[in-house]
């Protein structure tokens, strides 16, 4: 019988028929999996734990990397069902770990890291290509193609106004956040963070324009274009000056948001999501073996 002390967040990950622990870490909004169960799934090691300890030695001397620093260490229910210490990675690390498996079955974790690669490299010559491949994965998950349309263009509009930041000397993350949630605050009387709890999202990696109805896009967008054209003719050169330029322009929106809900007679802003839709990016899935 499991440990009775397993957290609900410690699940087991089905990869090839074969068990891979995991578990869910709240603060970083991710899951970590047993870098011993990977191991043992494409190496197919008798002394899975072993293969790792000397795979760590031997990457350290041939490459200088410590793969040790890029694991964390979590209790997991050990087959004698104790909860014990193991090494840990999320997906980016335990990408990195496979790279470094000589074994024929991790090769196809290796050729799509190389398709990924190089799908990235033609991507930075020709920017449209990326926006196809955006327009994809929306395509997959569900989303109407009408609704790509507006989070594509939405995007774009987006990443406008975030270079006309930089070129106001607006670098840190954290600026473009409280930014973004003066322009919010303007339009919808909302920051993003009180608009994701109206919509239901708990996880940090969901996105709250993936969960935006068609109007609710569009507001945005005017809101963020309204915020740089004031912006490119202002050139305002402090930070208070681009807050007060970003409420400026998302009350703009406001005001048209305003006048839309007293025709359609009910409020633009919406409690709806897309999370019947879509599939969580960190929902612990590891990529298949094809």
């Known amino acids: 019988m499991p440990n009775k002390e397993v957290s609900k967040n410690q699940q087991i990950k089905i990869f090839e028929d074969s068990k891979i622990r995991s578990v869910w870490d709240e603060e970083e909004q991710q899951w970590y999996f047993s870098v011993v169960d990977v191991v043992a799934v494409l190496t197919e090691s008798v002394n899975p734990r072993d ?71 033609l991507e930075i010559e020709n920017p449209e290509l990326a926006q196809e491949r955006m327009k994809e994965l929306y395509e997959k998950k569900g989303y109407p193609k009408d609704w790509i349309d507006k989070r594509l263009r939405g995007i774009a509009i987006r990443q406008n106004l975030t270079d006309e930041w930089k070129e106001r000397g607006i670098t840190k993350e954290s600026d473009y956040a409280i930014l973004t949630a003066e322009i919010s605050k303007a339009t919808f009387g909302l920051t993003p963070g009180k608009y994701k709890e109206l919509k239901g999202l708990k996880k940090k990696n969901q996105n709250l324009r993936d969960h935006m109805t068609d109007l609710e896009l569009i507001f ?6 309204v915020t740089t054209e004031i912006s490119q003719q202002e050139k305002p050169d402090t930070f208070d000056k681009n807050k007060n330029v970003a409420r400026r322009g998302g009350k703009v929106a406001g005001v048209a948001r305003k006048e839309t809900e007293k025709e359609l007679g009910h409020s633009v802003i919406s409690s709806e999501n897309y999370l019947d839709l879509i599939y969580s990016e960190n929902d612990g899935t590891l990529p298949e073996n094809k």
Not at 220 to 225: F, H, N, S
């Open 51 to 121: 293969y790792w300890f000397k795979m760590k030695k031997r990457v350290h001397s041939e490459d200088g990397i410590e793969l040790s620093t890029i694991c964390r260490q979590f209790k997991m229910v050990a087959p004698d069902g104790k909860m014990r210490e193991t090494d840990a990675a999320n997906v980016k690390a335990l990408l990195r770990i496979i790279q470094s498996i000589p074994s024929p079955k991790a090769e196809p974790f290796k050729q799509w890291l190389a398709q990924v690669g190089y799908e990235r490299i």
């Open 220 to 225: 945005t967008m005017l809101g963020e274009r």
